[in-house]
């Protein structure tokens, strides 16, 4: 078990691969070289707003609206609350991202077994990258030694930099982005007394997810009895967990079946729950 807390983690920026400001809080982070690396982090839009093109990834990504409305895809829209599923290989985008967005995002290797380049990994590739060439617009543009230009999307440059490897696309599991309403859903019983859960979906024959939990004050959910690596965010109320007390804010990371692990509401808590996906 890991648990880090918002309010302790210091701020920082997204390089030039991208148009515009983007500050990231980065909650958890998981295990660099394995399929099942990831970054959980806190994303707020700075001054400006922040701007991609169309472009994908080779990994997974589940956002949740916490502030604002993001505009994730041209004029398609997910609102405060609601969470979107971004599969490896699936197109997304335009982005114009308005200034003071917040989203809880998370970055994970998809059930292709590609993984994901670390957030250290990319900010190095991106420094670099610019003694090489420009980064505009999300584009990244150089000449070769024939004096040749060539444009690349910027996040698959700085891919290629970071791994040394030409960037391959998983054949994609979906067609577009899965987006989902919470408010849709209904809390049923889990468990113990006054523990509920609203799943929204799980994806892939490797069972990646996203739903939510609320545990009621007093009440005590059993953490850490699941087979993949699960990462809880906590948006309301306060919990204990070995003692300490713990705020909205708050990340916590459980291995597979490593519980169970007592998460007792001190007073009645909602936490947003992702699985990883198995290996």
């Known amino acids: 078990m890991r648990i880090s807390q918002a309010s302790t983690i210091g701020t920082d920026l997204v390089g030039t691969m991208r148009a515009g400001v983007l500050a990231q809080k980065h909650l958890l982070l998981g295990q660099d070289g394995s399929p099942n690396n990831y970054d959980l982090n806190i994303g707020r839009a700075g001054e400006g707003g922040w701007r991609t093109p169309r472009h994908r990834h080779n990994f997974d990504q589940i956002r949740y609206v916490i502030k604002g409305n993001y505009p994730y895809m041209g004029d398609k829209v997910l609102p405060e609350g609601w969470v979107g599923y971004f599969p490896e290989s699936v197109y997304y985008g335009p982005q114009d991202r308005p200034e003071g967005l917040e989203t809880l995002v998370l970055q994970f290797g998809g059930a292709s077994g ?39 999307d910027a996040s698959v440059a700085c891919f290629e930099y970071a791994t040394g490897r030409k960037l ?18 209904a809390w049923l019983p889990q468990g113990a ?14 069972s990646a997810g996203i739903g939510f939990i609320k545990v009621e004050s007093d009440a005590t959910y059993s953490a850490g009895m699941l087979p993949s690596i699960t990462l809880l965010y906590q948006t309301k109320g306060r919990v204990a967990v070995e003692g300490r007390e713990y705020g909205p804010g708050s990340a916590f990371e459980f291995l597979p079946n490593e519980g169970p692990i007592r998460v007792q509401a001190v007073e009645e808590a909602e936490l947003v729950c992702m699985t990883l996906h198995q290996f």
């Open 114 to 152: 590609n993984g994901y380049v670390s957030v250290a990994e990319r900010e190095a590739a991106n420094e670099a990258l610019k003694s090489k060439g420009q980064f505009k617009d999300g584009v990244y543009t150089y000449y070769d030694e024939a004096g040749q230009r060539h444009n690349k």
């Open 168 to 185: 391959e696309f998983a054949r994609p599991r979906y067609e577009n982005v899965v987006v989902m309403d919470p408010s849709a859903h």
């Open 193 to 206: 007394a006054g523990v509920y859960v609203k799943w929204l979906g799980s994806f892939t024959e490797r």
